[in-house]
């Protein structure tokens, strides 16, 4: 698929002559004015309805899209290394949505996927990606990710991320980071060969904390590939892009048939707001990121500052909004990242899994980047069973009802919610799997059986 | 007079006036010879509302980044107003930054801000910040604490490289280091030799006065949290 050099040479050109913006007044100005003017022009404000964490009202998806493609044209991106803002007027951004595929693969051979932009209460199975960047050490990757990828729900392969390469610790910036983004790459096809899964389609660079991981691997011999794999670009809040990614951006443009993830994320509590800010600034972003790095996938999802996850009330319902808005609104392939705050071997993730990906099927979402287990605060901690699990759950509710699903929402949230920003810490892929056999101990398959059963009799189509 | 002063120093620190009103109203105070222990203690307060509405959801974070640059310049006119005995209301004085290889900076734009809020003097040096850099501001600063965030694993050994600089260059003892973030952990906290531990801003804030509390010197032998 590839850049167009004419789009890529116009955000550069822009970055270094758009209107000039200091980082604090764009955070404490720009974001929360422009975000609180048009919440107020589209009757957006105190609509966040936490009893109803998974919305219905399409009127309402369809207002914060609108609102979002405003404050989209009016906002901009800010890039943090020139102080400048990259603006879109309004045709460029509908020209940019339109320009993005409404469905594309990664992968080759049996293992190819099919990513196809899924309306709302749609049937067709969406993508299911995996694992999380969650920190792992060397020993572990390998075990790790073949594990992953013999979970016959999971699609295609993102992280983990690697802690050392070849024995040394990674620092990002450093020529340590180039080695460690083919390094990781060699490791994945080396994995997805043990699992028997070859062909699977990657997404680059897990360990990349700049874009030196993605100049090392991405389209280099041996690396990732481009065509068949995807690479990341991820924009910090809010609606914020700099030249480290725009070199990953330039990047694939070198590379001829590289293919682009656009993410980002709005904290609520944050820069925007509140949920209904959060939300706003989501679709304005996703907009923004389609456009400027002409992404295939992607999009920008709300996170609550509270307890660093998606999976409580406030969360969940701005989430479910984005996702219709874009889904209602455009013919992207939408990706979410679901954002736990549970550990493996522990209830809480399994809950959490549950009800997040059970949201984002039934509201129009292509893809899902996850688990991530333990909020990634820990290293090994991420285990190929929760994958398993919020797998299942993301495509077996495909095709269900917003009002159903939102029934269930209620049922299983009071078996967690209390639990959210007091993870207990769980244990490590080590600990709770054998990692010759890759099997789980059998107290964590237990509490997999357990809550599965659960989630059965509230009414979710596992069986 | 003083106390109309007063109150009309605390509205402009809650409200909606500008750094610049908030400057005027504290050179007031101190042109009108109010003590400028009290007009602290009083601007203190007011920030600490603004952080408790934070806290509760009322206000959100760009909110509490204005009210704490309108305390920064307040304190600026104020502090050298101050009684060499009212050194307690000064607070202590912190050098935070993200480190080298990472951009994020919400969390430490909550931490430097409540840092503020709490009475603290703050010089933020901004994100991917190399070691030596943290070093070089402390020095300038006359800091008491760095404060280092990370929130990417591969920016971890940004943080151990400051305190193995400090070592190095024979300052290990004129700084207290304390790290956070979201891959940073009590566990990684202990084996790199930081003096304390927070896992939020709230603790952050709770460790830094626990910090200066103490009276101890840096390296601590164990290490501190909130």
Redesign the interface.
């Known amino acids: 698929m590839g850049v167009d050099r004419q789009r890529l040479m116009t955000v550069l050109d822009r970055a270094h002559t758009g209107p000039v913006c200091e980082t604090f007044d764009w955070d404490t100005r720009v974001i929360p004015q422009t975000i609180k003017k048009y919440l107020d022009r589209y009757g957006l404000q105190k609509t966040c309805d936490p009893a109803n964490p998974i919305n219905q009202d399409d009127g309402l998806a369809d207002r914060f899209f609108q609102a979002g493609l405003d404050a989209a044209v009016e906002i901009g991106l800010l890039c943090l290394d020139t102080h400048r803002v990259i603006k879109f007027s309004r045709e460029e951004i509908l020209a940019g949505l339109d320009a993005a595929p409404a469905q594309f693969t990664l992968g080759e051979g049996k293992e190819q996927v099919t990513f196809k932009h899924r309306n709302l209460d749609d049937p067709t199975p969406p993508v299911w990606v995996s694992p999380l960047s969650i920190a792992v050490t060397e020993d572990v990757f390998l075990p790790l990710v073949e594990g992953i990828a013999r979970v016959p729900e999971v699609d295609c392969i993102e992280g983990p991320s690697l802690e050392t390469v070849y024995g040394h610790k990674v620092r990002a910036g450093s020529p340590l980071e180039l080695l460690v983004g083919k390094y990781q790459a060699e490791l994945n096809y080396e994995a997805l060969k043990r699992a028997g899964r070859e062909g699977m389609g990657l997404y680059a660079v897990g360990t990349s904390p700049t874009h030196y991981g993605v100049l090392g691997g991405y389209g280099v011999p041996g690396g990732y590939k481009p065509g068949r794999d995807i690479v990341l670009l991820l924009s910090p809040v809010e609606m914020k892009t700099s030249y480290e990614l725009l070199h990953r951006l330039a990047h694939v443009y070198n590379c001829g048939d590289g293919l682009v993830y656009g993410g980002s994320w709005s904290m609520i509590g944050g820069y925007a707001g509140g949920p209904e800010g959060a939300t706003l600034s989501c679709i304005a972003c996703t907009l923004l990121l389609y456009t400027a790095y002409q992404a295939v996938n992607g999009a920008s999802f709300p996170y609550d500052m509270k307890y660093m996850g998606n999976c409580g009330r406030k969360a969940l319902w701005a989430l479910g909004v984005v996702f219709q808005a874009l889904s209602r609104n455009t013919h992207i392939c939408a990706n979410s990242v679901l954002n736990q705050t549970g550990s493996p071997a522990t209830e809480l993730l399994l809950w959490e899994s549950a009800v997040g990906m059970m949201n984002l099927a039934v509201s129009g979402a292509t893809s899902c980047t996850g688990t991530r287990s333990a909020g990634g605060k820990y290293t090994n901690f991420v285990t190929p069973l929760e994958i398993k699990f919020a797998g299942e759950v993301f495509k077996k509710c495909a095709g269900m009802s917003r009002a159903k699903a939102n029934d269930i929402a209620n049922k299983l949230l009071p078996r967690y919610e209390e639990q959210l920003g007091k993870a207990p810490k769980g244990q490590g892929f080590p600990e709770c799997y054998d990692m010759k056999t890759l099997t789980p101990s059998d107290e964590w398959r237990k509490m997999y059986d357990y809550v599965k059963n659960e989630v059965i009799k509230a009414g979710m189509p596992l069986d | 007079m003083s106390e109309v002063l007063l109150q009309k120093l605390r509205a402009a620190l809650v409200g909606e006036a500008s750094e610049e009103e908030v400057v005027e109203i504290a050179e007031q105070l101190v042109n009108a010879g109010v003590d400028a222990l009290r007009a602290v203690e009083v601007a203190s307060a007011a920030i600490r509302e603004i952080g408790d509405a934070f806290e509760c ?1 009322d206000l ?3 909110d509490l ?2 009210a704490g ?1 309108k305390m920064e310049r307040c304190m600026a006119v104020l502090r050298p107003h101050l009684k060499v005995g009212d050194k307690s209301a000064a607070g202590g004085r912190v050098v935070l930054g993200t480190v ?7 969390g430490k ?1 909550l931490v430097g801000t409540m840092l503020t809020v709490g009475g603290f003097n703050v010089t933020d040096v901004g994100v ?1 910040v190399p070691p030596l850099e943290f070093i070089k501001a402390a020095k300038e600063q006359r800091a008491d604490v760095i404060a280092l965030s990370a929130l ?4 971890l ?2 943080q151990r490289e400051v305190i193995t600089l400090l070592n190095e260059l024979g300052l290990r003892e004129k700084f207290f280091v304390i790290v956070g973030g ?2 940073v ?1 009590m566990d990684f906290a202990q084996s790199i030799g930081a003096d304390g531990w927070a896992e939020n801003a709230a603790s952050a804030l709770k460790l830094c006065d626990k910090l200066m509390a103490a009276g101890a010197k840096a390296p601590l032998p164990q290490l501190m949290t909130a």
Request: proline residues 12%; hydrophobic residues 30%.
């Open positions: 959801g959100y974070l760009p980044m204005i640059r080298s290889g990472d951009i994020h900076d919400i734009n991917n990417m694993t591969a920016s050994p940004y979201g891959p952990t």
